[in-house]
């Protein structure tokens, strides 16, 4: 997928296999790369449970130990190209093809934020977080076998780094639970015109899931359908928790809770009722939602279903969390 700087890549991939063959000697460059954003890189680690050894490693090659045009005026440390989603800033260099467009960032933390974006929201990525979280060969082995780059020699050279560098180390702090997160460095949401919602906001607009297979119906005729294996129906504009109780027979106190309606005891055209229990993480396939302008963690449990609960722990969140678009919601 990145391909940045491919020729660069191939001339410093034959620097350090060579230097790897011939001399113990680190390079300065590295060791000075490595200082400067180990942090980041577990902290990559800890919100996205992507190994921050490879995180690393993936950073000293396609940023050329961050030396490069790229990372040097453009903070892009792993030659993200534009694509049709991107709608930041954005620079033009010549890489596979002329003039090519790729994201400008404010500041490397940025740059490795949505490098971690990528692989964690990329179904062809999907099978790495199965691996064991210091399976750094599996990742390094993984990433070349999902066409994350062309190089041939590409899970080898990370590999070599990580092993040269000793950069599991940084995997094994996080593991170990030595390093934590220190506030300043945490990633700040970008602000944006919409009015933050609080997680716990439980405004609902009515929507439709896709992909629920029909597995029975209801007494009157309706179709009960699944969702991340939990059953569900369609409710009636105006329906009440305590006449859809008796019909499904179970008691409304469950209908409430498992449909987090707080106060509410009537449904609206088209909302989605859940009749039994919520689940603790989302399908696999479904690691991460990115809020959209308007949705609540209401709406991320509905989508998922997984426990309004659950998404709380997960994203270390509470009830007076504030929300903002583009937040990344872990599921799993």
Known sequence: ??????????FLTLIIFCHDVFSQDKSDAVLNYIENYKEIAMIEMVDYKIPASITLAQGILESGNGNSELAK????????????????????????????????????????????IFLATGQRYAFLFDLKITDYKGWAK????????????????????????????????VVKGDFKKSKDKKQKPKADNQKPKSKNDVVYT???????????????????????????????????????????GIYDYQLVKYNNLGKRRTFKEDEIVYIE????????????????????????????????ESIFKMNDMDENTILHVGDNIRLR
């Open 1 to 10: 997928m990145f391909n940045s700087g491919f020729r660069y890549i191939f």
């Open 73 to 116: 005026k453009s903070n892009n440390h792993f030659g993200i190209k534009c694509h049709k989603s991107w709608t930041g800033k954005r620079t033009y260099h010549d890489d596979d093809e002329k003039g090519e467009c790729f994201r400008v960032y404010d500041s490397p933390a940025d740059s490795y934020r949505d490098h971690s």
């Open 142 to 173: 993984g990433l070349k076998q999902a066409g994350y780059a062309t190089l041939p020699t590409y899970a080898n050279v990370l590999i070599r780094l990580i092993e040269n560098y000793n950069l599991t180390q940084y995997d094994q702090m």
């Open 206 to 248: 009515p929507f439709r899931i896709t992909e629920a297979n029909v597995v029975g119906k209801t007494n009157d005729e309706r179709y009960i359908r699944e969702n991340n294996k939990v059953k569900f129906i369609y409710a009636k504009e105006g329906e009440s928790v305590y006449v859809l109780a008796d019909m499904l």
């Open 277 to 308: 229990p919520k689940r603790r993480k989302a399908q696999r396939r479904y690691k991460y939602h990115t809020i959209q302008k308007g949705e609540t963690l209401s709406y991320v449990s509905r989508l998922y279903a997984v426990k309004l």
